[in-house]
């Protein structure tokens, strides 16, 4: 599934607002043909951030251009960093993003500020179909983390999670389902172990 066309065929503004719609995604739609234009866009910018080396200032400028939304003077990250569409990211104040961190954004991800996302965190927001008939169409929804949460080296959040302000995802989690705030959880699939005093 390698598309030609060259023109975009969508704003960005009309895909974001298709993806916050969780609007299903078939093969060979114009959607499915947006996020492949979409991916080679972002893999042509994160070459760049993960090809040498630059300093923060470089990387918010990188990343900038990336996500198409002009990234906070606070913002931290140690590349290399994965992301297969880039354009449906919004990072808060204060966010740190550790080496090795993956990305899967047509759906949506929000990360609120003061956010601490540990090595090799891998962020998803989209399904396949389930029929094997129909399985390389999408369904997407977003991911939501609110603020202060800390999430831990090798942790896989899925489609449509949302993480309450100031809870902690342990290291090499699973997170499936909603998070509540401050929390800590832990596991496959995660699950809360404690409650934090805040």
Partial sequence: MFYKAKKRIMSIEEFQKKMSEREYVSVDSELSIMFHQLAQEAIKITTKINSKYHSQKELRKLFSKLTGRKTPETFCLFPPFYTECGKNITIGENVFINACCKFQDQGGITIGDGCFLGHNVTIATLNHELNPKYRANIVPNSVQIG????????????????????????????????????????????????????
Avoid at 148 to 156: K, Y
Avoid at 163 to 189: F, H, L, M, Q, Y
Wanted: without cysteine; glycine residues 14%; charged residues 15%.
């Fill in 147 to 198: 603020k202060n949460v800390w999430i831990g080296s090798n942790s896989i959040i899925l489609s449509g999670v949302e993480i309450g302000d100031g809870a902690v995802v342990g290291a090499g989690s699973v997170v499936t389902k909603n998070v509540p705030e401050n929390t800590v959880v832990i596991g496959n699939p995660a699950r809360v172990i404690k409650k934090i005093d805040a």
